[in-house]
């Protein structure tokens, strides 16, 4: 397992720093910073999940919100 998350994450580790050199010699700085940081938060989301750690859902938050706003209009 653990050499299986190693391999994962030095692929995307390779595989942005490639395409990183890419976008910087296009002069795409800030492209190259939201790539890098999506890759970033992808390898580690990613290597929790092989792991086999329960990740909260984004959603759950915005379901907490809108199903308490529901409830108030459905009691009205």
Do not use: C, D
């Not at 490639?18 to 790539?35: C, D, G, M």
Request: charged content about 10%; glycine content about 10%.
């Amino acid at each position: 397992m653990i050499v299986q998350i190693m391999g994962y994450v030095l692929l995307l580790a390779v595989w942005s720093f490639v395409s990183i050199q890419a976008l910087l010699r296009k002069q795409q700085t800030k492209e190259a910073a939201v790539y890098g940081g999506l890759m970033g938060v992808a390898a580690v989301i990613g290597s929790l999940l092989m792991a086999g750690v329960n990740i909260a859902s984004v959603v759950s938050p915005y379901t907490f919100a809108f199903q308490s706003l529901g409830n108030m209009i459905l009691k009205k």
